[in-house]
């Protein structure tokens, strides 16, 4: 099965074919610096991610850009409001965010451009515009006239009477029933940045930024842009007219878009107290990945509706994938006597059951990306692996090996970071053989002294049940103690 996805521009479900062969561009919109990104954010940002990770998983080389909006009425209005230069205002917020990428393993961008380093590829476009009698100057500002680019709307659904009288307007950001002339270049007000042009000093607007830098770095056709849904219009509308009207070629092939994230079935808003960056919940104990699933667990074109209850389950079954790998993991490593596991390909090929999750995995992402399909074929793949210890036998190597495999494979996909350590030094190991032998001869203040010695060391031990083995793992979760 091809890959089929959602193209906002045509309303249907398409197969996708790159521009060239094996090659993705990619371009998604990144964060408008003012403030920390919020989970509502971060719902955009994960669907972006496994679009990006099941083509790398397919083997496509994507290039991937994602944008910095460092410049525009939110963020000029923040830094006034603090009494600071722009980019001092800005930059504890990139830092910020690639921090919270990096905290929900977002794999990062071949390029992240930041739109005040990119104003003289803006200054270009906008003279092209203008030359091409498609942008206008008026008292200092630059206009992109609307009229004269006729699919005006078609992503959005706008449609524009003939001879509608329409005003200009200088905001970035405005109403869909405001089909109005915007600002490609804005004249510069007293106390704001701006940059000399050949219409005087001024700042470009939010629209133009996107369209420069996302042409710059993957040419003037991309394969895909992709974004939340409340950017269709005037944001993306206002790119593809600008960028086709000054290149007069197709802009976007693949249009993709995300719906809104509601919180208790309500809009987030912090007036009413249910507005969650993703480091209020990290501050409350819950983990990223856990975060990251319930993001995934909703199909991107349906609303996602967040609960702190529906955290919590995500954290349980975050932590059951977890376990398991690390019991998996740890037999292997006690047997084979090695600090990095031999876990092959060949041995999860040889597992029919295992190799068929994974593969029905990749199916369900192929139908435009079905990411709450591929989570339940990953824990048909858990319970598969958990009926092993049911059994009263020991789990057979190669059967272990090919269960590490899958879950590297889960991660490749999905990005839940399970398979994050797949080595445990030579010393653990011993530790944990001598705890082992310790409670067999039960002496277990020897096993508890060397309990606290592998804690101190950042080694979790977990005691068997009986019939079980002892499991040892690296301290990375929330729930390890």
């Known amino acids: 099965m091809s890959l089929r996805l959602t193209n906002t521009f045509s309303r249907k479900k398409e197969s996708f074919t790159p521009l060239k062969k094996d090659h993705i561009s990619l371009y998604t919109c ?22 990006r990770r099941y083509f790398e998983f397919k083997h496509y080389r994507v290039k991937h850009v994602m944008n910095f909006t460092d410049v525009d009425d939110k963020t000029i209005a923040g830094a006034a409001a603090q009494g600071k230069p722009l980019r001092e205002f800005t930059e504890p917020y990139i830092k910020a965010f690639l921090q919270d990428l990096e905290t929900l393993n977002i794999l990062k961008a071949a390029q992240q451009p930041r739109a005040t380093e990119e104003i003289g590829g803006m200054i270009h476009l906008v003279e092209t515009l203008v030359q091409k009698d498609a942008a206008y100057l008026s008292e200092g500002s630059v206009y992109f006239r609307v009229d004269s680019f006729a699919p005006y709307g078609r992503l959005s659904g706008k449609s524009l009477e003939k001879g509608e009288k329409r005003s200009r307007i200088d905001h970035d950001e405005y109403g869909k029933e405001e089909a109005n002339d915007f600002a490609l270049w804005k004249k510069a007000k007293e106390g704001e940045p701006s940059w000399d042009s050949p219409w005087g000093k001024g700042r470009p607007g939010w629209h133009l930024e996107c369209s420069v830098m996302s042409m710059k770095y993957l040419g003037s056709t991309l394969d895909i842009h992709a974004g939340g849904e409340d950017l269709i219009f005037p944001h993306h509308e206002n790119e593809i007219a600008q960028s086709e009207a000054a290149t007069g070629k197709k802009f976007v092939r693949y249009w993709l878009h995300c719906k809104h994230l509601l919180i208790n079935g309500e809009k987030m808003s912090k007036s009413k107290g249910n507005y969650y960056t993703l480091r209020d919940l990290v501050r409350l104990g819950h983990d990223p990945m856990a975060i990251r699933c319930v993001l995934l667990s909703v199909h991107y074109r349906q609303q996602l509706n967040f609960t702190l209850e529906g955290l919590k389950e995500a954290g349980e079954a975050i932590k059951k994938l977890d376990e398991c790998y690390w019991k998996c993991l740890s037999i292997v490593m006690l047997t084979q006597k090695k600090e990095t596991s031999l876990a092959s390909r060949s041995d999860f090929d040889q597992h029919a059951k295992l190799s068929k999750c994974v593969a029905d995995m990749v199916t369900a992402m192929e139908d435009d ?8 074929k990953l824990f048909e793949g858990l319970g598969e692996i958990n009926s092993w210890f049911a059994k009263e036998r020991a789990v057979p190597e190669k059967d272990l090996c090919a269960a590490i495999y899958f879950f590297k494979q889960v991660d490749l996909l999905l990005g839940f970071d399970i ?3 797949d080595s445990v030094p030579n010393e653990i190991i011993d530790a944990l053989s001598q705890i082992i032998d310790s409670r067999r001869q039960k002496d277990f203040a020897k ?3 060397l309990r606290q010695k592998m804690n101190m060391m950042g080694w979790f031990v977990k005691d068997a049940r009986p019939g079980e083995p002892s499991t040892v793992k690296k301290k990375l979760r929330a729930w390890d103690q």
């Open 30 to 51: 990144g964060p408008t610096v003012y403030d920390f990104a919020h989970i509502g954010n971060f719902r955009a940002y994960v669907f972006e991610d496994v679009l």
């Open 369 to 376: 990306l079905n990411v709450s399909v591929a989570l339940a």
């Open 419 to 421: 398979s994050k350590s």
């Open 447 to 449: 096993a508890d002294s």
